[in-house]
Antibody, heavy 117, light 110 residues
């Protein structure tokens, strides 16, 4: 069955960086892109960006350009999201999700990133 | 880019129908038939209900239906059931490889 398994919760200080992993299984990794979506506590979903697992092309929401980096490792079917210069308002549950043509069909379990001094 | 606009909350009684709206602009939702809807129960990851405005993935009940007119998309849930109580999010392609979510709507089944 298709699964996206994310790395565990992280606690970071303001200004630090965090890298979240998302290991895919149950499908041919390079055939689908991976989107990243975050959800602050009690808030809605926010689209952060997308990466092609085939050619590594990444596109970022304007808000995250320059501070977020998406990568993939096709040898391990794993996607990564790194956020730099963390601020308290980056505290959120970060989801990776499989892009099936024009929508998301499978989601990871989410990784809670807490930014606190 | 601002989020798509959804009502903060809607409610209905079991068996009734409700509709959740999702409003964008002519630059995003109005320009593309690429609207999807997601259901999220507390503590769970979202689940797709509708894609490409009105298409249902396999396994999704036909009680869920979607439509679009101009800059507004709608999700209708008919025959409301207790398990439909959840948060609902619309999502639309916004051009130039960008996607955007709505602010979310909390559905309460009375």
């Amino acid at each position: 069955q298709i699964q996206l398994v994310q790395s565990g919760a992280e606690v970071k200080k303001p200004g630090a960086s965090v890298k979240v992993s998302c290991k895919a299984s149950g499908y041919t990794f390079i055939n689908y892109g991976i989107a990243w979506v975050r959800q602050a506590p009690g808030q809605g979903l926010e689209w952060m960006g997308w990466i092609s697992s085939y050619n590594h092309y990444a596109h970022y929401a304007r808000k995250f350009q320059g501070r977020v980096t998406l990568t993939t490792d096709t040898s391990t079917s794993t996607a990564y999201m790194e956020v730099e210069s963390l601020r308290s308002d980056d505290t959120a549950l970060y989801y990776c999700a499989r892009n099936y043509t024009n929508y998301i069909d499978f989601w990871g379990q989410g990784t809670l990133v807490t930014v606190s001094s | 880019q601002s989020a798509l606009t959804q009502p903060a909350s809607v409610s209905g009684s079991p068996g009734q129908s409700i509709t959740i709206s999702c409003t964008g602009t002519s630059n995003d939702l109005g320009s593309y038939n690429l609207v999807s809807w997601y259901q999220q129960h507390p503590g769970k990851a979202p689940k797709v209900l509708i894609y490409e405005v009105s298409e249902r993935p396999s396994g999704i009940s036909n009680r869920f239906s979607g439509s679009k007119s101009g800059n507004t998309a709608s999700l209708t849930i008919s025959g409301l059931q207790a398990e439909d109580e959840a948060d609902y999010y619309c999502c639309s392609y916004a051009g130039r490889s960008n996607w955007m979510f709505g602010g979310g709507t909390k559905l309460t089944v009375l």
